[in-house]
């Protein structure tokens, strides 16, 4: 079993910065990769970045490349994703993910991100 939890959403103005952690525990040998999706209320859940075992990254459209980077820190199981110039349409709930073994998902509980003046 993987087991993931994020963590670093808030209430931040447009044009800032806000990173979000994500923390794996469990069978961390198994993973393949982690990465993030979003959900903005009254749409669906879309991807926004995954980064694989072997480091190499991934990332949405131009709504979210070149602004956001997604990373890891291997000695802490931790993955990052940092969201520079945020716009009020990246409000949403955040969730961090993890595919592991093959063909199972571990979701974490979401963490909320606003952007607001």
């Known amino acids: 079993q993987v087991q993931v939890v994020e963590s670093g959403g808030g209430l931040v103005q447009p044009g800032e910065s806000l990173r979000l952690s994500c923390v794996a525990s469990?069978?961390?040998?198994?993973?393949?990769?982690m990465g993030w999706y979003r959900q903005a209320p009254g749409k669906e859940r879309e991807w926004v970045a995954r980064?694989?075992?072997?480091?190499?990254?991934?990332y949405a459209d131009s709504s979210v490349k070149g602004r956001f980077t997604i990373s890891r820190d291997s000695g802490k199981n931790t993955v990052y994703l940092q969201m520079n110039s945020l716009k009020p349409e990246d409000t949403a709930v955040y969730y961090c993910?993890?595919?592991?073994?093959?063909?199972?998902?571990?979701w974490g509980q979401g963490t909320q991100v606003t952007v607001s003046s």
């Open positions: 993910y993890a595919d592991w073994s093959g063909m199972t998902r571990s």
């Open positions: 980064i694989t075992n072997g480091g190499s990254t991934y």
């Open positions: 469990g069978s961390i040998f198994s993973i393949n990769h």
